[in-house]
């Protein structure tokens, strides 16, 4: 890909997909954390 | 340099100068809470660009263009790191530290460490290596200023340094964290502009990014490999692991970046945060590499690798895009510098000077103190700057990789690991410390090829963990702190009677409630 060895496309190409994944479960996952939010209305 | 090169200087400055007096009104000093945390008012956009473009100093236009020009493609193993270090960072102990600090009121990262593993050994050792560690961290980036200065504008080093480091003393004074986290914010947007119009511009002088990686294979085809010039770095897992590591997880023990959590709007801003940090980071990160990998068919005869993207930009770009791209690079700098300088002072007057010299000091007192020390670090740092150490970035390396090795386990475990407790902490930021410092310098990585920031982390951790759980029994985790850990861990509001025992700008009231039951119990 871009006249690279497959090997560096994998890490260069790779790693970057790997950290959206990472960030798209994470927003899945964390999407109750704004029950957190009142926390000045706490009792 | 042409005129239009520092009117785009001057023009940035000023506008720098501008955000940090409109933090300035906005009140952001009035107490204690507010100039160091900017009243834990942060929003998750200037959260993730404070948090980032800190992170990124003038190592990203100087130290990655140098290495990609000098490695290749290699180069690009810190880079694939980097990019997910924001989020990593956020989603791990973002919105958790954010509740424990609060909880805990704590207002600097050093204070968090003592409330959380109780003892002042632990403040007085993480207090102690920070203030020694990010003297040195913010020392390189006044050089690296003053440097970037001199060669932009053509006056004489000492008035550039100065110039630099007086710009940075003034807005850092103005608001305090406020005005740093919204410079950050304007910086880290000229830090991408700059950056992206050179690769465009490399781009297009060399036919496209095929072309360009063709024209590379026939000069070495090496540098095309992950492995480095000649394949150098074949093999080298200790060391690969260390170039991933330092920018990702490193991030995750430095003090002066995960204070950013504390000082979030809400818990649950770390969320969209993480979202942010990563969309900046997929543009920028991988940038100056890429141009220093350019540079190797743009500049084939160049001398010095670390002028690699100046170099590029005074060869490509037309006078007023090189003076964008110049204020891109003071940016990298100085959002860098700025946020040491705070968060040097910050330690230093409130977790040695009022824990350890004057316990009974003001909000007011302490704001002063705090820009006191700011203003004698400054001043101390750009006489050091004067005599000029041998190299700027190895400083900045050791300094990352021994914050890195000493805190990562703390900070983790005080949010993860209810076992964590005082002795483990203590010992394992002692043993990360003195590891990846021996490891720098005495050999250690050309023997073992094992970089010293992995060295230090697994020291440190190893350490956390065996001797937090061989002293369960003689110093367990305090029944508080248990509860709050427990608190910080749910999805909820925080209870208001956690916040009122501990929150300092809720103390009038809880003592207010204490009066009322008082009075009702007689």
């Known amino acids: ?43 | 340099m042409s005129g239009t090169v520092i009117f785009f200087l001057v023009l940035y400055y000023v506008i720098v100068l501008g955000i940090g007096y409109w933090a300035m009104r906005r009140g952001a000093g009035d107490d204690l809470e507010g100039y160091l945390l900017g009243g834990r008012d942060v929003g998750p956009m200037t959260t993730a660009l404070t948090l980032q473009s800190t992170s990124m100093s003038g190592y990203m236009f100087l130290g990655a263009g140098g290495l990609g020009f000098a490695q290749g493609y290699w180069a690009m193993w810190f880079a694939v790191g980097d990019i997910g270090g924001g989020v990593l960072n956020l989603s791990i102990i973002g919105r958790r530290m954010r509740k424990l600090s609060q909880m805990m009121g704590a207002l600097t990262s050093i204070e968090y460490l003592e409330k959380r593993y109780p003892s002042a050994a632990v403040r007085l050792f993480a207090g102690v290596l920070t203030v020694f560690l990010l003297g040195f961290y913010v020392l390189a980036q006044f050089i690296a200023g003053g440097k970037g200065m001199a060669l932009v504008t053509g006056i004489p080093y000492p008035a550039a340094l100065a110039i630099a480091v007086g710009i940075i003393l003034i807005y850092t004074f103005m608001g305090g964290y406020l005005a740093v986290a919204y410079t950050d914010f304007f910086q880290s947007i000229v830090m991408l502009v700059g950056v992206m119009w050179i690769v465009i511009a490399a781009l297009s002088e060399l036919g496209g990014l095929t072309a360009a990686n063709n024209a590379i294979s026939n000069v070495d085809p090496t540098l095309l490999s992950m492995w480095g010039r000649d394949l150098g770095f074949q093999g080298q897992w200790g060391v690969v692991a260390g170039a991933l590591l330092i920018f990702s997880v490193g991030y995750m023990g430095w003090p002066h970046v995960v204070t950013r959590h504390m000082a979030m709007q809400r818990p649950a801003t770390a969320r969209r945060a993480g979202l942010w940090a990563t969309l900046w980071n997929l543009f920028f990160v991988p940038a100056p590499y890429l141009v220093g990998i350019l540079a190797i068919l743009i500049l084939p005869g160049l001398d010095d690798p670390e002028m690699a993207i100046f170099r590029v930009a005074e060869k490509l770009l037309p006078a007023a895009v090189t003076g964008l791209v110049m204020a891109a690079i003071m940016a990298a700098i100085m959002s860098t510098a700025d946020s040491l300088l705070l968060q040097t002072g910050s330690i230093a007057s409130r977790d040695l000077y009022e824990r350890f010299i004057q316990p009974n000091a003001s909000e007011r007192q302490m704001v002063l103190v705090s820009r006191g020390l700011v203003l004698a670090i400054a001043i101390i740092g750009y006489l050091v700057a004067l005599v000029e150490p041998p190299s700027v970035f190895s400083i900045v390396i050791f300094a990352t990789s021994v914050l890195g090795s000493a805190f990562l386990p703390a900070y983790v475990c005080a949010v993860w690991w209810k076992k964590a407790n005082t002795p483990g902490a203590l010992t394992s930021m002692v043993t990360g410390a003195a590891v990846a410092f021996a490891w720098e310098y005495t050999g250690y990585v050309e023997s073992t090829q094992i970089a010293p920031m992995l060295a230090g982390v697994i020291s440190s951790t190893t350490t956390m963990v065996v001797v937090s759980l061989l002293t369960q029994k003689i110093a367990p985790v305090p029944a508080d702190i248990l509860e709050i850990m427990d608190e910080a861990a749910a999805i909820g509001p925080i209870p208001k009677r956690l916040l009122a025992t501990s929150d300092p700008t809720l103390a009038a009231e809880a003592a207010a409630v204490q009066a009322a039951i008082d009075s009702g119990a007689r």
């Open chain 1, 1 to 43: 890909m871009f006249g690279l060895p497959l090997e560096t496309s994998l890490v260069v190409f790779g790693f970057p997909a790997a950290w959206i994944i990472y960030t798209a479960v994470f927003l899945y996952r964390s999407r109750d954390w704004v029950k957190d939010s009142s926390e000045d209305e706490g009792s």
